[in-house]
């Protein structure tokens, strides 16, 4: 993909970071895989600069690894990372949960509905990255809801991790048609202002994904095997 440079090099740099980050979320770059800079600056027709510059905020993220003598690694978790990392999101969603149902404001459930409601049109054309972009934003503003600025600060340090998984998890479409509902059923528990309930679906939806995933992981492994 052609970037036009904008006027901006503050712009730049951020939408080189962005597009790069999409494309480690999405797969484009698989797991394991070296980010070449020379490659990825002729991809997107941009100095070597800016792309340096996205892979250390990927690296500080913890989307991309910085090995000496092999230079930046798009992240590999073993099965073990990916099964405590879900155990940790799962216990910082569901208590992020727990505090928006009590602290929201009538004004960002207006805005969660907005985004549940371009989320779904999104699910009903089956645009997946368009999804995910917007899925990402609702987790974001239940966290930002819980006005517990160290809870955010590790929500995103953590979630980073598995945001590529979570967005393969998606690619089930019997899977997929159940976030989407488990979703519906957060909207519904903020509303209600059930700090318990928004707790229990919260931390169910994250460990349904953690199955999804290691599902998939297992039968990329027998396949591998088989192979």
Do not use: C
């Amino acid at each position: 993909m052609m970037l036009t440079t904008p006027a901006n090099t503050q712009n730049l740099h951020e939408a080189i970071f962005l597009k790069l980050r999409a494309l480690l979320v999405e797969g484009a770059i698989t797991p394991g895989s070296k980010l070449n800079e020379r490659e990825l600056a002729e991809q997107l027709n941009v100095s070597r600069t800016p792309i340096r510059e996205a892979i250390k905020r990927l690296a500080a993220d913890g989307l991309v690894e910085l090995i000496a003598n092999r230079g930046a690694i798009a992240v590999q978790l073993t099965r073990d990372d990916i099964i405590h990392t879900f155990d940790v999101i799962a216990n910082l969603e569901g208590f992020s949960g727990e505090l928006a149902a009590q602290n929201i404001s009538d004004q960002t459930l207006i805005e969660l509905e907005a985004l549940q409601y371009e989320m779904m049109a999104s699910y009903a054309r089956r645009d997946l990255s368009s999804y995910y972009r917007l899925n990402l934003k609702i987790h974001q503003a239940i966290n930002h809801a819980a006005n517990n600025p160290v809870l955010s600060q590790l929500f995103s340090q953590v979630n980073a991790r598995i945001e590529a998984l979570r967005f393969r998890s998606n690619q089930d479409g019997v899977k997929w048609e159940k976030a989407v509902e488990e979703h519906q059923e957060m909207l519904d528990a903020l509303k209600a202002r059930d700090s318990v309930r928004m707790r229990k679906v919260m931390m169910q939806h994250v460990m349904n994904k953690r199955d999804v995933v290691i599902q998939l992981v297992d039968s990329e492994s027998t396949e591998k095997v088989a192979a």
